[in-house]
Structures are given as structure tokens and as C-alpha cells.
């Protein structure tokens, strides 16, 4: 069994913060790429923010320089800092997981359930 759980969602006013984490947990390997989409109704699921296991980043270009995201490998988490937050950052939030599994050690994709971000004008 393996869970991805988002947690840090919320309300904020425009200007403001929040700060969204993701824990993966279960019998697994290793957790290699993790990263941080948003998908609004009827919209397709688009990238936010991405980090490698050795700590490359990558960001969409609308929210570069307001978003960091980052992660302890410890504990197998990815946080995802949200900065000057605007109106047009209000959508549901998801965690992805690429997880080394098995004796084989296959990579595999896992989806948190999603944590809705929800920003005030």
C-alpha cells in the first residue's frame, strides 16, 4: 500500500501565503521525481513545479519567482511554498509521485487525492 497525502490547502487573500506539503508513505524504495500540478474545471492538469531526488527544479513560467518548491528526502515529502499569490492561482492542487517499488524496483505514478488553494481579490 502506498498513500501520497497533500496537506496546507486553503483560503488566502490576494499578496498572500501558503505553504503545501505531500508525504508519501508505504512499502516502497525509493520516491524519485515529485512535483505539484493544478488543474482547474474543465481545464487540462498542467505542471506547477517539479524536483528530481538530486534537487533540480523546474517551474512554469507563471509562477516563477513567487513559487519554490523543495523536498526532504527523509521523510519522503515535497513542499510546495506559494508566494504573492494571486486570484488566478485558485485551483485544485495535486502531488505527484514517481516510487521505486518492488523487487524489481519499478517506478510507478501516484497522485495525491488533491488540496483546493483558494486565493480572494
Known amino acids: 500500500q502506498v498513500q501520497v497525502a497533500e496537506s496546507g490547502g486553503g483560503l488566502v487573500q490576494a499578496g498572500g501565503s501558503l505553504r503545501l506539503s505531500c508525504a508519501v508513505s508505504?512499502?516502497?524504495?525509493?520516491?524519485?521525481?515529485m512535483g505539484w500540478y493544478r488543474q482547474a474545471p474543465g481545464n487540462e492538469r498542467e505542471m506547477v513545479a517539479t524536483?528530481?531526488?538530486?534537487?533540480?527544479?523546474k517551474y512554469a513560467d507563471s509562477v516563477k519567482g513567487r513559487f519554490a518548491i523543495s523536498r526532504d528526502n527523509a521523510k519522503n515529502t515535497v513542499y510546495l511554498q506559494m508566494n504573492s499569490l494571486k486570484p488566478e492561482d485558485t485551483t485544485v492542487y495535486y502531488c505527484k509521485a514517481i516510487i521505486s517499488m518492488g523487487t524489481a524496483r519499478h517506478n510507478y505514478q501516484y497522485w495525491g487525492q488533491g488540496t483546493q488553494v483558494t486565493v480572494s481579490s
Open positions: 508505504g512499502n516502497i524504495f525509493s520516491v524519485n521525481d
Open positions: 524536483i528530481t531526488s538530486g534537487g533540480s527544479t
